[in-house]
């Protein structure tokens, strides 16, 4: 029957609107004198049959005049309340003034009564009628959470409504004074009912209308990802709905990285400018992932000249074109040399500081994959170990005021050779820290960063838009994870508190389980996550499943990662930013170490070399998981 009535043409639905509100004024017009004399013969007497003769047609005519009849019915809302109830109340003026020139007794009490009784019936029929045509694909509708309850939330809601694919059982929001209230007859509650909401419902979808979800609602979304079948999407961004490049309920699929990432803490202007404003500032490693968000913030920082050196052709074509673009952008006046050099060449790179009068150095250029380096043992050692000597050195002899190394997680009781160098290379800088005043050299430690090239969040990305499978090593590694721009603006302010050779570590917040990282991203992606364990009697996965499979953990790779060598750290300026208590090698020492490792590389005896790093104070033991 709702169908029916639905396909119906514009012209058929206007008319059975006119019929309807005619019978809804003879009845409000007749009840006037039913209920005055408890009749219904004075009711049907020749002169109310007059009266509402010539008022009925004059009524519907200003009804439609008045546009009453534009609106569709399925998606009338409240604001419909003001238009419909002044519409009926000239329609009681108008039968008044028609009793009144024909002498009849139509008098003030009957003006009320048929004011108030036309408008409940015309305003109750009519949202009747929306309930009845909206409930016709009810049951077929999906499920849905708005999650915002502000401006956007507002009009997602009311874009669901006239739609007919998706019924919003809930609103949610982080702001504790719109609990319990009402939008367009849908409740708001708080994050913390999400769960048991999404559990009694059997919600299939919740969707984001906001862009400041909290951190513990963050949390919460991503748990509901682990532990759910549900689907979490997004609206557009503001700026593209408003441009119309986008509507409203053209929704995304929410990014990983919106729920494992943390809400960033403002960068302090302080710390963010003290070694960049109108600085001559030099990175390496400028293509890499976290070298070329590095370039990025700094242009931001408007530094004299920005020098960015890589020794991958294709990756410092890639940065250049971006930061000459922002420059561009900006209209600001700042030096640009794209440089390609090698870090272990001193002498080259004593002439590209000096030339340039470079005070800041960002040494981000760094081999990183594990299970790589595993197997290329020397360039390890000679670009991470090496590569990091050169530079320091070089930043010594050229009067560099500050040099800040970029480490990693791995680099903590090491059981690769990647790890093994970085914290080697970390030794480089402590000691050369330690043997002269005029360069500040500091170290920066933090673990995986989202989208970085040794990241698994793209591998996995790669693997489901081939429909799978998904290669989780182990059941229970974890990982750290931070944003590639959080972390590099991290980053460029520790290097204005160094002074001394300090290791500085960033908060990553608590460790990511991979597994769940992997379910996650399925259902992101609009599928479910198959693992062969934990479905008994099924062969293989359906066609909205992604399969998991596990390996074993390749060459050196550890279960967890660690960020503190000791077991201690004190805080500093910024909230996110710690200070590593550890007791560096001697310089001495270091340049014995740094001898005994060329030596072990010149005679090509890859075996010798691991057992040196091994018997170096590096604690790197590679059968450790």
Same mark, same amino acid.
């Given at each position: 029957?709702?169908?029916?009535?639905?396909?119906?043409?514009?012209?058929?639905?206007?008319?059975?609107?006119?019929?309807?509100?005619?019978?809804?004024?003879?009845?409000?017009?007749?009840?006037?004198?039913?209920?005055?004399?408890?009749?219904?013969?004075?009711?049907?007497?020749?002169?109310?049959?007059?009266?509402?003769?010539?008022?009925?047609?004059?009524?519907? $005519?200003?009804?439609? #005049?008045?546009? !009453?009849? &534009? @609106?569709? =019915?399925?998606?009338?809302? *409240?604001?419909? +309340?003001?238009?419909?109830?002044?519409?009926?109340?000239?329609?009681?003026?108008?039968?008044?003034?028609?009793?009144?020139?024909?002498?009849?007794?139509?008098?003030?009490?009957?003006?009320?009564?048929?004011?108030?009784?036309?408008?409940?019936?015309?305003?109750?029929?009519?949202?009747?009628?929306?309930? $009845?045509?909206?409930? #016709?694909?009810? !049951?077929? &509708? @999906?499920? =849905?959470?708005?999650?915002? *309850?502000?401006? +956007?939330?507002?009009?997602?809601?009311?874009?669901?409504?006239?739609?007919?694919?998706?019924?919003?059982?809930?609103?949610?929001?982080?702001?504790?004074?719109?609990?319990?209230?009402?939008?367009?007859?849908?409740?708001?509650?708080?994050?913390?009912?999400?769960?048991?909401?999404?559990?009694?419902?059997?919600?299939?979808?919740?969707?984001?209308?906001?862009?400041?979800?909290?951190?513990?609602?963050?949390?919460?979304?991503?748990?509901?990802?682990?532990?759910?079948?549900?689907?979490?999407?997004?609206?557009?961004?503001?700026?593209?709905?408003?441009?119309?490049?986008?509507?409203?309920?053209?929704?995304?699929?929410?990014?990983?990285?919106?729920?494992?990432?943390?809400?960033?803490?403002?960068?302090?202007?302080?710390?963010?400018?003290?070694?960049?404003?109108?600085?001559?500032?030099?990175?390496?490693?400028?293509?890499?992932?976290?070298?070329?968000?590095?370039?990025?913030?700094?242009?931001?920082?408007?530094?004299?000249?920005?020098?960015?050196?890589?020794?991958?052709?294709?990756?410092?074509?890639?940065?250049?074109?971006?930061?000459?673009?922002?420059?561009?952008?900006?209209?600001?006046?700042?030096?640009?040399?794209?440089?390609?050099?090698?870090?272990?060449?001193?002498?080259?790179?004593?002439?590209?500081?000096?030339?340039?009068?470079?005070?800041?150095?960002?040494?981000?250029?760094?081999?990183?994959?594990?299970?790589?380096?595993?197997?290329?043992?020397?360039?390890?050692?000679?670009?991470?170990?090496?590569?990091?000597?050169?530079?320091?050195?070089?930043?010594?002899?050229?009067?560099?005021?500050?040099?800040?190394?970029?480490?990693?997680?791995?680099?903590?009781?090491?059981?690769?050779?990647?790890?093994?160098?970085?914290?080697?290379?970390?030794?480089?800088?402590?000691?050369?820290?330690?043997?002269?005043?005029?360069?500040?050299?500091?170290?920066?430690?933090?673990?995986?960063?989202?989208?970085?090239?040794?990241?698994?969040?793209?591998?996995?990305?790669?693997?489901?838009?081939?429909?799978?499978?998904?290669?989780?090593?182990?059941?229970?590694?974890?990982?750290?994870?931070?944003?590639?721009?959080?972390?590099?603006?991290?980053?460029?302010?520790?290097?204005?508190?160094?002074?001394?050779?300090?290791?500085?570590?960033?908060?990553?917040?608590?460790?990511?389980?991979?597994?769940?990282?992997?379910?996650?991203?399925?259902?992101?992606?609009?599928?479910?996550?198959?693992?062969?364990?934990?479905?008994?009697?099924?062969?293989?996965?359906?066609?909205?499943?992604?399969?998991?499979?596990?390996?074993?953990?390749?060459?050196?790779?550890?279960?967890?990662?660690?960020?503190?060598?000791?077991?201690?750290?004190?805080?500093?300026?910024?909230?996110?930013?710690?200070?590593?208590?550890?007791?560096?090698?001697?310089?001495?020492?270091?340049?014995?170490?740094?001898?005994?490792?060329?030596?072990?590389?010149?005679?090509?005896?890859?075996?010798?070399?691991?057992?040196?790093?091994?018997?170096?104070?590096?604690?790197?033991?590679?059968?450790?998981?």
């Amino acid at each position: 029957m709702q169908n029916f009535i639905i396909a119906q043409s514009r012209r058929v639905k206007k008319l059975i609107q006119i019929s309807f509100d005619s019978l809804v004024l003879a009845l409000a017009y007749g009840f006037c004198f039913v209920l005055e004399s408890g009749s219904m013969a004075e009711a049907g007497s020749k002169i109310h049959l007059v009266v509402l003769l010539i008022s009925l047609p004059v009524c519907l $005519f200003v009804f439609y #005049s008045l546009g !009453l009849y &534009r @609106s569709m =019915v399925r998606y009338i809302s *409240a604001d419909s +309340l003001a238009k419909t109830t002044s519409v009926f109340f000239i329609s009681a003026v108008i039968f008044w003034m028609v009793s009144a020139s024909i002498d009849n007794n139509f008098e003030w009490t009957h003006l009320v009564v048929f004011t108030l009784l036309s408008c409940a019936l015309g305003l109750g029929g009519r949202f009747i009628a929306r309930s $009845f045509l909206r409930s #016709s694909n009810h !049951l077929n &509708r @999906s499920k =849905v959470i708005v999650y915002g *309850a502000k401006d +956007l939330g507002r009009e997602l809601l009311t874009a669901i409504k006239q739609g007919n694919e998706l019924v919003p059982i809930a609103v949610i929001d982080d702001d504790p004074e719109l609990s319990g209230a009402l939008i367009g007859g849908v409740r708001v509650y708080s994050p913390q009912d999400l769960q048991k909401l999404v559990l009694k419902n059997r919600v299939s979808t919740i969707l984001v209308a906001t862009s400041e979800v909290t951190r513990e609602s963050q949390k919460r979304l991503s748990n509901l990802l682990k532990s759910n079948d549900i689907q979490i999407k997004q609206i557009p961004a503001i700026s593209d709905i408003l441009s119309g490049r986008a509507t409203i309920t053209q929704f995304q699929s929410l990014k990983i990285e919106d729920l494992l990432g943390r809400k960033p803490v403002p960068p302090i202007k302080e710390l963010m400018r003290a070694n960049t404003s109108d600085k001559s500032i030099l990175v390496t490693g400028a293509g890499g992932s976290i070298g070329s968000e590095i370039c990025k913030q700094l242009i931001e920082l408007k530094p004299a000249r920005l020098i960015l050196l890589d020794h991958s052709e294709y990756g410092l074509y890639q940065i250049e074109s971006k930061i000459l673009a922002k420059v561009e952008e900006l209209e600001i006046d700042t030096e640009i040399l794209s440089i390609i050099a090698n870090v272990c060449d001193e002498k080259a790179l004593i002439g590209i500081l000096t030339k340039n009068s470079v005070e800041t150095v960002f040494h981000a250029a760094a081999y990183k994959h594990v299970p790589l380096l595993e197997t290329n043992v020397y360039a390890s050692i000679m670009n991470n170990v090496f590569g990091t000597k050169s530079l320091v050195k070089a930043s010594i002899a050229s009067g560099v005021s500050s040099l800040t190394m970029i480490s990693s997680d791995k680099a903590v009781r090491p059981t690769n050779v990647m790890g093994a160098s970085k914290r080697f290379a970390e030794l480089v800088c402590q000691a050369y820290a330690k043997s002269q005043n005029s360069t500040a050299i500091s170290v920066v430690r933090f673990g995986n960063v989202l989208g970085s090239s040794g990241s698994v969040i793209p591998l996995f990305r790669q693997q489901i838009s081939q429909g799978g499978p998904l290669s989780v090593t182990h059941r229970d590694m974890t990982r750290y994870f931070m944003t590639i721009p959080e972390a590099s603006q991290l980053v460029i302010q520790a290097s204005s508190m160094a002074t001394d050779g300090e290791v500085f570590l960033l908060d990553m917040g608590s460790p990511v389980s991979i597994l769940d990282l992997a379910k996650s991203m399925i259902r992101l992606s609009g599928y479910q996550p198959y693992l062969a364990e934990e479905n008994n009697g099924i062969s293989s996965p359906s066609s909205d499943q992604i399969e998991i499979n596990f390996s074993k953990l390749r060459p050196g790779e550890k279960l967890y990662e660690e960020l503190l060598i000791e077991d201690t750290a004190t805080s500093t300026s910024h909230p996110r930013i710690k200070k590593a208590a550890e007791h560096p090698v001697g310089f001495d020492a270091l340049k014995s170490y740094l001898k005994e490792m060329e030596s072990s590389i010149e005679t090509g005896n890859v075996a010798e070399t691991r057992a040196l790093l091994r018997r170096l104070p590096l604690n790197y033991l590679p059968n450790r998981h």
